[in-house]
């Protein structure tokens, strides 16, 4: 048996529903057009996260945020 658990933090959050958006049915034209071990950032108003495509798979990372 097996416990997953819920993600705690705002960032994880995040992660998590990217992670599930570009492996799903919504996200399959984006990961079509990356080439396997590309990647590209995403920003949002609280986050930086990098995409990267693996095994045909989106692996979402947080990556840290600073403004220069």
Excluded: C, W
């Excluded at 048996?1 to 819920?6: L, N």
Aim: glycine content about 6%; hydrophobic content about 35%; aromatic content about 6%.
């Amino acid at each position: 048996m097996s416990i997953i658990e819920e993600p705690i933090t705002s960032e994880e959050k995040v992660v998590t529903r990217f992670t599930r958006y570009l492996n799903g049915p919504m996200g399959k034209t984006v990961l079509e057009n990356l080439d396997e071990g590309e990647s590209f950032i995403l920003q949002t108003s609280e986050h930086t996260l990098r995409i990267t495509k693996r095994r045909g798979r989106a692996v979402v990372k947080s990556i840290p945020y600073s403004i220069a």
